[in-house]
Nanobody
Framework: QLQPVESGGGLAQPGGSLRLTCSAS????????IGWFRQAPGEEREGVACISGSEEQYTFYPDSVKGRFIISRDKARNTVYLQMNNLKPEDTAVYYCAVDGVGAIQNMCASPARFSFWGQGTQVTVSS
């Protein structure tokens, strides 16, 4: 069973940065569609960045994070990153890595149900 593992969460000040990492032992992530989702208390799970498994490595970001978050893939390290810059208090949430997304990337990122494997999540708190 593919089990993604997230790391890199923590406390950041507004305007600060964090980098989250998604990895999976024993499985290559390199050809899967990968998504980063977040969920705040009382809120629905929201896609914040997705990258396709195709050679083109298409990416998608919702307006809420566009220009601040960057998803990238390091195939040599079998790792996907989420670089989060200019963090805001409203970015506070548990962040999840999701693997094996299907469909067009915008649709994929809008629907958690399109992913087969999920990590346990990592807490990101943005506060002064």
């Amino acid at each position: 069973q593919l089990q993604p593992v997230e790391s890199g969460g923590g406390l950041a000040q507004p305007g600060g940065s964090l980098r989250l990492t998604c990895s999976a032992s024993g499985f290559t992530l390199n050809y899967y569609g990968i998504g980063w989702f977040r969920q705040a208390p009382g809120e629905e799970r929201e896609g914040v960045a997705c990258i396709s498994g195709s050679e083109e490595q298409y990416t998608f970001y919702p307006d809420s994070v566009k220009g601040r978050f960057i998803i990238s893939r390091d195939k040599a390290r079998n790792t996907v990153y989420l670089q989060m810059n200019n963090l805001k208090p409203e970015d506070t949430a548990v962040y999840y890595c999701a693997v094996d997304g299907v469909g067009a990337i915008q649709n994929m990122c809008a629907s958690p149900a399109r992913f087969s494997f999920w990590g346990q999540g990592t807490q990101v708190t943005v506060s002064s």
